[in-house]
């Protein structure tokens, strides 16, 4: 008999033959309202799991005690608890590395887009204001050549202070739990306490994990440490930040722009005090959103499946106490 496995999110046909080869699979498209408790009976019988954009906290992991292996189609992880994961000896599977470049690109979107006000200024002309040549009410700042500030120098870190530095000649500086030896020598990375970097940083960019040591880890008093023209963008997690801080540092013009692809929930509301400011450019969490990096994720997590439900969690385990037993 095939181990049985619950799929909590769409994916691609030839992706999904691959786990139906394996597993015997039960489907939930989306987890909502109206099914979440078929999903939570569900998981009585489940061997595995695999999917995304769900809280799978203890409580309904505790469900599922015949779990075997879970597989999530991110490289976040917040979704689940890593150490109550490893006390029932259950691996949890992410996909590192095959987003990093096209979640970089979304981050520098955000730092063009920000600095060049290039969706307020596409507003305007969209909604018939541009009605004479603009002057320097409008003008934004340049990008080539200022300074970036990264907390969080990892994978994707690392990707975005190279399209800084080889591409828009920015001195790069850093801040991370670890030095980064890789990052100093290729990228001429300086590293520095967070304090500091907020201090001098043109644009200070976030790309830690959520981690109980980094929830609300920037808040008013790092805003008001940042230079007045500074522009923060956030990649990593909505509640990596105090958003009712940052929405207060973009009014009182402590700080001169945003750009979020994460938020402290998500879909955010179209009623957020975010949205009504001209200064904060928000993305509905697309950092690995192309059609490409998607199927890589996807891929990726089906093979971790398949491989960690044979034993083998050599490779992209996130709970890696595991694999030191
Ligand atoms: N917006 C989006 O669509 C996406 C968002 N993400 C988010 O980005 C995060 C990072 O991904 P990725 O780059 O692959 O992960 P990595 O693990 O490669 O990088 C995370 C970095 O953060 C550092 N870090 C962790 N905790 C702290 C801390 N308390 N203080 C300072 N630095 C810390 C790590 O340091 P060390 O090296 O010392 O461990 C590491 O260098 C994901 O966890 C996810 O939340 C990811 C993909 C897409
Ligand atoms: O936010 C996306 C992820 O892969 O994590």
Known sequence: MKPKVLLYRAIPEQERQRLDEQF????????????????????????GLIGSSLDLPPERLDLAQ??????????????????????RDIPLMHTPGVLNETTA???????????????ELSNMVREGRWTSNIGPAQYGTDVHGKTLGIIGMGRIGYAIA???????????????????????????????DMETLL???????????????????????????MKPNAI?????????????????ALSNGTIRAAGLDVFEVEPLSGDSPL??????????????ATTE???????????????????????NCANKELLDR
């Open 24 to 47: 015997d699979v039960t489907c939930f498209n989306s987890v909502n309202d109206a099914n979440q408790d078929a999903f939570l009976a569900a998981l009585a019988d489940t061997e």
């Open 66 to 87: 015949k779990l075997q292996a879970a597989s999530t189609i991110s490289v976040g992880t917040d979704q689940f608890d890593l150490a109550y994961l490893a006390k």
């Open 105 to 119: 690109d979304t981050l520098f979107t955000l730092i063009m887009c920000t600095a060049r006000r290039a969706i």
């Open 162 to 192: 190279k399209r800084g530095h080889f591409g828009f000649d920015m001195k790069i500086q850093y801040s991370n739990r670890n030095r980064k030896p890789d990052a100093e020598q290729d990228l001429n990375a300086t590293y520095m």
């Open 199 to 225: 201090k001098t940083s043109d644009f200070v960019c976030v790309m830690t994990p959520l981690t109980a040591e980094t929830e609300q880890l920037i808040g008013a008093k790092e805003f008001a440490m």
């Open 232 to 248: 923060f963008i956030n990649g990593s997690r909505g509640k990596v930040i105090d958003e009712a801080a940052l929405v207060d």
């Open 275 to 288: 949205c009504k400011l001209d200064n904060a450019v928000l993305f509905p969490h697309i950092g690995s």
């Open 293 to 315: 990096t998607r199927l890589a994720m996807v891929t990726c997590a089906v093979d971790n499946l398949i491989n960690a439900m044979n034993g083998d969690v050599s490779k």
